[in-house]
């Protein structure tokens, strides 16, 4: 290859094809994301797609440079060129006439300039009027032609993109009979009969007139559709003087043959066969130069285009899939690269369902059970590096120690535990370790039983015991705890606060995160365990984790803890085996309940909300579940709430930082397998 030359430049057709393939867990991370800073979850898999995966181009960039484009149609130029033009021709027409008749002086020319002169000074009435004016001069009569069969041209090119050989050859008949011809074979496919033979039949006889060739009898209605809409579109756009004057010179040019009556039930035909195009909506364009009819016409018609690619792109309408997307229009309004970036959207979503990340629904595509678990894992990964970075002590599971019964026996105490101590033994070790120092410790009254671990002595004195007493202390090593029964499960019921309060002071996330992140915790750790999560707002309802992920919030008032709690109550009486664990996630006071089966909302609270909130707590006392709060804000009534609540169940109050919700849910979580009774 000796003397070619080579040159190398960035690749700018298409996409790069070179490019690994999209990973779809990537952008299953970058949904979880969002999820889990608070955002709803039907807007982030939307946008998704609107924006593009990471370094990507989405649907709104697309939609942007349709916008653009419209806007640069709308600015084209004026509607009424075709008016103007002919006002142009028309005035050019008479002065030549006039120039013809000055040159003679017969009475016949003194006559015409009579009629010249008082020719209406509407456009389209003088056109009319001089049909049968019998031109002097020949330059004027190729002018005043040149009105009608421009128009007439412009007109049926317009609507037949393959007529200008056919209107330059003058074979009107040949146009003709192809309308007539067509207007039959769309009657005949209005009516439901089978038109394949027949629509073959056609084309063969007047495919000519057809460049697109189009394949079936759909793709020929569309694009006749597309045509008489941006015809109809035009007349609209006009102002009523201006269509008066474009219609009266339309009829004048196409003249009294069946050509007229013809384009006329064409139009009938196509508007009812396509109904759902934007036929009777008028643009105001403007711009520094005149539009002939066919320019005019051509604008609006790119206009009402990029108004359906628009609502394509814009996926508004229920059930929207990037199939609902015509690529070929997309291509033919913003070029290849466009319609490859619309392709590449369709695989990505494509992918994402085949490999079981998303379903649909009724109301769009939701994460699967799978991208859920997956959403809940990195939930649970974000709260462990908390858990790592923030401990407060050892919190594993043992299985002495954990829940249930006492059976007798003690252990060591270790950082963390929050079993009962084992008094007299915690003492007794204390006692001991002092004697074997040598410290006095201080003597038993006659007729007093020995201390633990001491052998009884006659007179009660004890082996090397002085006479002075010295009070006993306590080391971190004397204490011992008092072992239980495991118990094998926990019935766990976490209610979490709905109101828009949680969202408009960004605890919606965290919540959302915590509520995913311990989900995730017991399916795959604890999975004897049982867990409900339960939302509460006016009402209160118990959430799968996908409601939980696609749920977003509303501006009902209400925070109903006392449905919350009932709901947690039937929870754990399902399960009278288990441990009993109710946490609350909350940034209010109680200011509903349940009246008849109906919410009742009131602010302050009412009397009636915090007797029937306190008779939910009660209930859940006397079975055994104790209560801890976790308080997000600074609200003075909950705080007060709460520590009423606390001391009257025996449960704890946490005032956690909103980004630490996680930690101290999954903490306590931890804590309370281990047994609180």
Same mark, same amino acid.
């Not at 858990?387 to 270790?414: N, V």
């Not at 072992?483 to 709905?498: G, K, M, P, Q």
């Not at 109710?582 to 919410?599: F, N, Q, S």
């Given at each position: 290859?000796?003397?070619?030359?080579?040159?190398?430049?960035?690749?700018?057709?298409?996409?790069?094809? $070179?490019?690994?393939?999209?990973?779809?867990?990537?952008?299953?991370?970058?949904?979880?994301?969002?999820?889990? &800073?608070?955002?709803?979850?039907?807007?982030?898999?939307?946008?998704?797609?609107?924006?593009?995966?990471?370094?990507?181009?989405?649907?709104?960039?697309?939609?942007?440079?349709?916008?653009?484009?419209?806007?640069?149609?709308?600015?084209?130029?004026?509607?009424?060129?075709?008016? +103007?033009?002919?006002?142009?021709?028309?005035?050019?027409?008479?002065?030549?006439?006039?120039?013809?008749?000055?040159?003679?002086?017969?009475?016949?020319?003194?006559?015409?300039?009579?009629? $010249?002169?008082?020719?209406?000074?509407?456009?389209?009435?003088?056109?009319?009027?001089?049909?049968?004016?019998?031109?002097?001069?020949?330059?004027?009569?190729?002018?005043?032609?040149?009105?009608?069969?421009?128009?007439?041209?412009?007109?049926?090119?317009?609507?037949?993109?393959?007529?200008?050989?056919?209107?330059?050859?003058?074979?009107?008949?040949?146009?003709?009979?192809?309308?007539?011809?067509?207007?039959?074979?769309?009657?005949?496919?209005?009516?439901?009969?089978?038109?394949?033979?027949?629509?073959?039949?056609?084309?063969?006889?007047?495919?000519?007139?057809?460049?697109?060739?189009?394949?079936?009898?759909?793709?020929?209605?569309?694009?006749?559709?597309?045509?008489?809409?941006?015809?109809?579109?035009?007349?609209?756009?006009?102002?009523?003087?201006?269509?008066?004057?474009?219609?009266?010179?339309?009829?004048?040019?196409?003249?009294?043959?069946?050509?007229?009556?013809?384009?006329?039930?064409?139009?009938?035909?196509?508007?009812?066969?396509?109904?759902? $195009?934007?036929?009777?909506?008028?643009?105001?364009?403007?711009?520094?130069?005149?539009?002939?009819?066919?320019?005019?016409?051509?604008?609006?018609?790119?206009?009402?285009?990029?108004?359906?690619?628009?609502? =394509?792109?814009?996926?508004?309408?229920?059930? &929207?899939?990037?199939?609902?997307?015509?690529?070929?229009?997309?291509?033919?309004?913003?070029?290849?690269?466009?319609?490859?970036?619309?392709?590449?959207?369709?695989?990505?979503?494509?992918?994402?369902?085949?490999?079981?990340?998303?379903?649909?629904?009724?109301?769009?595509?939701?994460?699967?059970?799978?991208?859920?678990?997956?959403?809940?894992?990195?939930?649970? &990964?974000?709260?462990?590096?908390?858990?790592?970075?923030?401990? =407060?002590? =050892?919190?594993?599971?043992?299985?002495?120690?954990?829940?249930?019964?006492?059976?007798?026996?003690?252990?060591?105490?270790?950082?963390?535990?929050?079993?009962?101590?084992?008094?007299?033994? +915690?003492?007794?070790?204390?006692?001991?370790?002092?004697?074997? +120092?040598?410290?006095?410790?201080?003597?038993?009254?006659?007729?007093?039983?020995?201390?633990?671990?001491?052998?009884?002595?006659?007179?009660?004195?004890?082996?090397?015991?002085?006479?002075?007493?010295?009070?006993?202390?306590?080391?971190?090593?004397?204490?011992?705890?008092?072992?239980?029964?495991?118990?094998?499960?926990?019935?766990?019921?976490?209610?979490?606060?709905?109101?828009?309060?949680?969202?408009?002071?960004?605890?919606?996330?965290?919540?959302?995160?915590?509520?995913?992140?311990?989900?995730?915790?017991?399916?795959?750790?604890?999975?004897?365990?049982?867990?409900?999560?339960?939302?509460?707002?006016?009402?209160?309802?118990?959430?799968?984790?996908?409601?939980?992920?696609?749920?977003?919030?509303?501006?009902?008032?209400?925070?109903?803890?006392?449905? #919350?709690?009932?709901?947690?109550?039937?929870?754990?009486?399902?399960?009278?085996?288990?441990?009993?664990?109710?946490?609350?996630? +909350?940034?209010?006071?109680?200011?509903?309940?349940?009246?008849?089966?109906?919410?009742?909302?009131?602010?302050?609270?009412?009397?009636?909300?915090?007797?029937?909130?306190?008779?939910?707590?009660?209930?859940?006392?006397?079975?055994?579940?104790?209560?801890?709060?976790?308080?997000?804000?600074?609200?003075?009534?909950?705080?007060?709430?709460?520590?009423?609540? &606390?001391?009257?169940?025996?449960?704890?109050?946490?005032?956690?930082?909103?980004?630490?919700?996680?930690?101290?849910?999954?903490?306590?979580?931890?804590? #309370?397998?281990?047994?609180?009774?």
């Amino acid at each position: 290859m000796a003397g070619n030359r080579f040159r190398y430049g960035a690749w700018r057709d298409g996409p790069d094809p $070179l490019a690994p393939p999209y990973d779809v867990r990537a952008a299953v991370d970058e949904v979880g994301e969002r999820v889990l &800073a608070g955002d709803s979850l039907r807007d982030v898999l939307r946008d998704l797609l609107r924006q593009g995966p990471r370094q990507g181009r989405g649907l709104d960039e697309l939609r942007a440079r349709a916008r653009r484009m419209r806007r640069d149609a709308l600015r084209r130029g004026n509607l009424d060129g075709a008016v +103007t033009r002919a006002q142009q021709l028309l005035d050019q027409a008479i002065a030549a006439e006039r120039d013809e008749l000055r040159g003679r002086d017969d009475m016949d020319a003194r006559f015409n300039e009579a009629v $010249l002169d008082n020719l209406p000074r509407s456009t389209s009435r003088a056109v009319e009027e001089l049909a049968e004016y019998d031109w002097a001069s020949d330059e004027a009569r190729g002018l005043y032609q040149q009105i009608l069969d421009g128009l007439r041209r412009e007109v049926v090119e317009q609507r037949f993109a393959g007529m200008k050989q056919a209107l330059e050859n003058g074979d009107f008949a040949g146009v003709s009979e192809m309308v007539a011809d067509l207007n039959d074979l769309l009657a005949r496919h209005a009516r439901g009969e089978h038109t394949d033979d027949a629509f073959r039949q056609f084309m063969e006889k007047h495919g000519q007139f057809f460049p697109e060739n189009p394949e079936n009898i759909e793709e020929l209605i569309d694009s006749l559709a597309r045509r008489a809409a941006a015809a109809e579109r035009l007349m609209r756009s006009l102002s009523p003087q201006q269509q008066e004057e474009l219609s009266r010179l339309m009829d004048q040019a196409l003249g009294e043959g069946p050509l007229r009556g013809q384009l006329a039930e064409l139009t009938d035909n196509l508007r009812a066969l396509r109904p759902q $195009l934007n036929w009777g909506r008028g643009e105001r364009v403007r711009g520094p130069g005149d539009l002939g009819y066919g320019e005019a016409a051509g604008a609006l018609g790119e206009i009402g285009d990029l108004d359906e690619l628009l609502d =394509q792109l814009g996926q508004e309408h229920p059930g &929207a899939t990037l199939d609902d997307i015509d690529v070929e229009l997309v291509e033919r309004q913003l070029g290849r690269s466009a319609a490859d970036d619309v392709r590449r959207l369709r695989e990505l979503e494509r992918e994402l369902t085949r490999q079981g990340w998303v379903e649909r629904d009724e109301e769009g595509l939701t994460l699967s059970p799978k991208a859920l678990r997956r959403l809940g894992r990195t939930a649970l &990964a974000q709260v462990f590096d908390e858990l790592k970075s923030k401990r =407060q002590g =050892q919190h594993d599971l043992r299985d002495a120690g954990a829940a249930g019964d006492l059976i007798g026996s003690s252990r060591r105490w270790e950082y963390g535990d929050e079993q009962p101590l084992d008094v007299v033994r +915690t003492i007794g070790n204390a006692v001991r370790r002092r004697a074997g +120092t040598g410290r006095t410790v201080a003597r038993p009254r006659p007729g007093e039983p020995a201390r633990p671990g001491e052998p009884a002595r006659p007179g009660g004195a004890a082996r090397g015991v002085g006479s002075s007493a010295v009070p006993v202390r306590l080391e971190p090593e004397d204490f011992e705890v008092a072992e239980t029964e495991r118990r094998a499960s926990a019935a766990v019921a976490l209610c979490v606060d709905l109101s828009y309060s949680m969202f408009a002071d960004g605890r919606w996330g965290p919540m959302k995160q915590t509520a995913l992140a311990l989900s995730h915790l017991v399916a795959t750790q604890f999975p004897q365990d049982s867990l409900q999560i339960i939302g509460f707002g006016l009402h209160a309802s118990v959430l799968s984790q996908g409601q939980l992920a696609a749920i977003d919030p509303t501006m009902e008032k209400g925070t109903n803890l006392q449905h #919350a709690l009932n709901l947690a109550g039937r929870h754990l009486r399902r399960h009278p085996g288990s441990e009993p664990v109710v946490m609350i996630v +909350t940034d209010g006071e109680p200011t509903a309940h349940l009246e008849d089966g109906e919410g009742v909302f009131w602010w302050p609270p009412l009397p009636e909300t915090v007797r029937a909130t306190v008779q939910e707590v009660d209930h859940l006392t006397r079975f055994g579940a104790t209560l801890n709060f976790f308080m997000l804000g600074e609200d003075p009534g909950l705080q007060r709430f709460v520590a009423k609540v &606390a001391e009257r169940n025996g449960g704890r109050v946490f005032s956690p930082d909103a980004d630490e919700l996680g930690r101290y849910v999954v903490d306590d979580y931890v804590r #309370a397998r281990r047994g609180r009774r």
